[in-house]
């Protein structure tokens, strides 16, 4: 990953016009739900500049750290450019890569939703992060049986496969 500070982060994240609460994690302000504790400020790549370099390579804007585990972030490069996910130990990425924004907040919503969010905060929540297909997501969730790792990934990926395009 070319080397980023946290100011040229801030401004990617502007310039990709992400909704107001990407910014409000980013700049670390209190958010309603506690939500903090799955969305935070990647700290882990933009206070250690100088482990960057180990995480994938080209353009990268890291986004959010998503419960302490993975890095939420945005690859600028045409060949792979979209939303993505690495681990922060392992610094693998996981797939899919390239994924547009409503892609990429299928899987922290299915997390809440696994974490018991009540149907009416995950609603509102989508609207902050302008997740449009909350309802189909709560649909299918409880009548998914995703009682294996294989069968929760295989929905994940068909359900993201399905939201393929430019939103």
Known sequence: MDRITKEQARLNIVELRLPQIVLDVFDEKPLSYDLDIEFGYPYQLLDHPEIQTGYGTGRITPIWTEAH??????????????????????REELEPIGMN???????????????????????????????????????????????????????????????????
């Open 69 to 90: 585990w993975s890095i939420f972030a945005y690859h600028h490069a045409a060949e792979r450019q979209g939303f993505f996910r690495f681990g922060i130990e392992d």
């Open 101 to 167: 924004w409503q892609q990429g907040l299928v899987e922290p919503f299915k997390i809440l939703w696994e974490s018991d969010f009540p149907e009416e905060a995950l609603r509102q929540i989508a609207g902050m992060f302008d997740f449009r297909h909350i309802d189909r997501l709560l649909y299918e969730l409880p009548n998914a049986k995703l009682d294996t790792h294989q069968k929760s990934e295989a929905w994940y990926q068909g359900f993201v496969y399905e939201l393929k395009g430019p939103a």
